[in-house]
Structures are given as C-alpha cells and as structure tokens.
C-alpha cells in the first residue's frame, strides 16, 4: 500500500510557476508508476501527467505540454510537477496518484493523495 501526500499549492496570477509534491510512504514506492490529475469546479478529474517507476518515460496531456513538467526523486519517494505560465484554465485541486502503468485514466491508478488546491488569477 501506498499512501501520497500532496503540498505546494496556492493562489497565483496569470503567468506565474508553482511546483507541486507528492511524498510517499512504502518500501514499493519506486515500483509504481505515479501521476497528477486535477479537478476543475465543475468539471471531472482529467489527466495531467505522469511518470513511469525509473523515470525514464513521462506523460503529458496536450493542454499543459511545454508549461508542465513532471519528475520524481526515488531516493526521496517524491514526485514533483513543475507548473509554469499558468493560465485560469489550470486552476482546480490537483491529485498526485499511483498504478502500475501507464495510463491517462483515473481508473488505472489505485492509490490517491487528499488534493492540493492550486488558483490562478487572471
């Protein structure tokens, strides 16, 4: 079992960076693939990125590629998600998850952290 804590969230303007963390707990932490995902007001949980278990291999939904970047830190069981020009279209709770591959779909994840709150203003 797997449990993430997310931190780092907050309100900023328009154009502005943020980096989310995600710590882990457990021995298997750097076996599991790991992702984000937010939700808007409103809206469901859309896939944001995601990184394989070594790292090698990264994730990104077209809306955020090029201003998001997710990495992680095995020896730290953390995994990061580096948000630059952010736009009001980014703001929603953003979840760090974790699976065994892959994938886009919040199903394919099994453990997830309580959300980080991140606003943009414009």
């Known amino acids: 079992q797997v449990q993430l804590v997310e931190s780092g969230g907050g309100l900023v303007q328009a154009g502005a960076s943020l980096r989310l963390s995600c710590a882990g707990s457990g021995r298997t932490f750097s076996g599991y693939v790991l992702g984000w995902f937010r939700r808007a007001p409103g809206k469901e949980r859309e896939f944001v990125a995601a990184?394989?278990?070594?790292?090698?291999?990264?994730s990104h939904a077209d809306s955020v590629k090029g201003r998001f970047t997710i990495s992680r830190d095995n020896a730290k069981n953390m995994v990061y998600l580096q948000m630059n020009s952010l736009k009001p279209e980014d703001t929603g709770v953003y979840y760090c998850a974790s699976g065994s591959r892959l994938a886009v779909t919040p199903t394919s994840y099994d453990y997830w952290g309580q959300g980080t709150q991140v606003t943009v203003s414009s």
């Open positions: 990184i394989t278990s070594s790292g090698g291999v990264t």
